[in-house]
């Protein structure tokens, strides 16, 4: 039997969450390797049937939601909308959904996109798709503290 301490196995997404885009990646806690994969378009509310496809292909065992907590760690409106989003993904699809500090991820999702331009790996249009990259690191991030403690963080 699978030690439920040590967090969900299978494949994951995660959201990081904005008021204009959601940037989405997905990860395998079997490999501890997770993908950038797409960006939802807000516009007012959530994409919830762009959101609904994804999560339909992937059939993820939880949904990681990044929460964009202030620099000493207290709640910002953008952590308290993230939580909110997290709570619609639960009730809307019934997958348990864990969220994961996201402090500095927009800034290491920028660097891995410059560093991907002057590759030549990316162009300028493509730069919605930092959102699926901080989403990509947010479930790094958390598969990377599941790998070194084999627990999930507290939530």
Known sequence: MPDEKAGPSGTLLAFDFGHRRIGVAVGQTLTGSANALAVVAVTGKPDWQAIYAIINEWKPVALLVGLPLAADGGETEMSRDARRFGR???????????????????????????????RGAMRRKEAALKDAMAAQIILENWLHSRADSGVPPEL
């Open 88 to 118: 619609q993904l639960e009730g809307r699809f019934g997958i348990p959904v864990m969220l994961e500090d996201e402090r500095l991820t927009s800034f290491s999702a920028e660097e891995r996109f410059v560093k991907a331009r002057e």
